[in-house]
């Protein structure tokens, strides 16, 4: 009794989704990049502005930094002389020590970024009273 209720139910919503009549509507393709290209001299000012400012704390430092390392790119010497001379506002030596190791870090197997971003900013460490990694001896792992 309760097969012959099933088979009729089941075969009752079976026309109902066939009475349906099939709608094919084409979806268009939207291309969402359609906006304003960042150049690279307007990319590096957007971060020299944002850490040349007067009032910036340890949090968006810390902030700014993670998310520039996090790009798929070596920041220019001159946005690291900002984050360093903010870091010198801040009195905060760790996280300067920090950004210069992070570069390090983001050289990756080109052995020569590294050594050309500290030779950029030796004038802006030694201004600012920063040692590199390696006069602290914290470079070997």
């Known amino acids: 009794m309760f097969r012959a209720a099933l088979r009729a139910s089941v075969s ?22 359609h906006g304003k290209q ?11 502005t944002y850490f040349s400012k007067p009032d910036i704390d340890a949090w968006e430092l810390r902030k700014g930094m993670n998310t520039l390392i996090g790009y798929d790119l070596v920041p220019e010497p001159k946005i690291l002389e900002a984050a360093l001379k903010a870091c010198r506002r801040l009195d905060d030596l760790a996280s300067a020590i920090r950004i210069l190791e992070a570069v390090k870090d983001k050289s990756g197997p080109h052995k020569e970024i590294y050594p050309y971003v500290i030779q950029e900013l030796l ?8 040692p590199t990694p390696e006069e602290l001896g914290i470079d070997k792992a």
């Open 12 to 33: 009752g919503a079976r026309s109902l989704t066939r009475a349906r009549p099939q709608y094919t509507a084409s979806v268009a393709a939207r291309s969402y990049s």
């Open 123 to 130: 004038p802006t460490l030694s201004e600012l009273g920063i």
């Open 38 to 48: 960042e150049t690279d001299e307007e990319f590096d000012a957007r971060w020299v």
